[in-house]
């Protein structure tokens, strides 16, 4: 019975959802590497296209770049390549789409084979007078209910794709006002060099001075110790002379 529902429901949506509607059931990315000569003219023209911007960032530096995300109306996604398409030199281009009209058709299929079992479920308990029926089928409504609407999630973000397209842009600026790096003259080599090898030698010497302070510690303290040990067995060596003398 469940199966002849399904097949009815699945016929009837078929029929009843218009060409139009079934043309837009497309997921549909397009991303787009373009140079242009200002990142924040660019990015001023893109604010003012259809959509909004899911995400958004600047990377500073010579030659600055920009990355975008934006979603955009299905129904005007040419539109919107075409006016990207015109801020610049189009760099890289390249474009998915993927049709999801029979994955919503079929969540909504399941969908309703699920509220109907919840239907039936709901007569169930009004009719039975038994505590653990009521117990089970409660159990078992708390299931269909999750399973429905875990249903309904995966079929809203399905139609969010396909009334809203993904467009990735990323900004290359390219400005003539920014000049090169001249390189390194003579004499700043020379002086580089030369700073160089000072800090070289010093650092050298440096660390010569600390492994000299950390030997020489052990070593006063070895001579402190045994100065103090010759000189008690010294006099105990003389006391010892002393004493044969007088014997």
């Not at 020379?190 to 020489?216: H, M």
Request: glycine content about 6%; proline content about 2%.
């Amino acid at each position: 019975m469940r199966l002849i529902c399904g097949c009815i429901l699945a016929i009837v949506i078929a029929f009843a959802v218009p060409q139009v509607v079934e043309g837009r059931q497309l997921s549909q990315t397009y991303t787009l590497t373009i140079e242009v000569e200002c990142i924040d003219d660019a990015r001023n023209f893109i604010n003012g296209l259809n959509g909004y911007n899911v995400d958004s960032n600047v990377i500073m530096g010579g030659q600055r770049h920009a990355n975008i995300v934006r979603r955009v109306d299905s129904r005007m996604f040419r539109a919107v390549q075409e006016e990207l398409r015109e801020m610049g030199e189009v760099l890289n281009e390249s474009e998915n789409a993927r049709y999801v009209g029979a994955n919503i058709l079929n969540l909504d299929t399941r969908i309703l084979v699920l509220t109907q079992e919840m239907e039936r479920l709901s007569v169930m308990m009004a009719a039975s007078e038994s505590l653990e029926v009521l117990i089970a089928v409660n159990d078992h409504m708390s299931s269909v209910t999750r399973q429905r609407d875990d249903l309904i999630g995966q079929r809203n973000g399905l139609r969010s794709q396909a009334e809203s397209s993904v467009i990735h842009i990323n900004l290359v600026e390219n400005r003539e006002d920014i000049l090169p790096i001249p390189p390194p003259s003579f004499g700043n080599r020379v002086s580089n060099s030369f700073s160089f090898s000072v800090n070289i030698t010093r650092s050298f010497f440096e660390e010569v001075l600390v492994l000299a302070a950390r030997v020489s510690v052990p070593l006063a303290i070895w001579f402190v110790v045994g100065g103090i040990v010759f000189l008690v067995f010294g006099r105990r060596a003389k006391k010892r002379r002393a004493s044969n003398e007088v014997t």
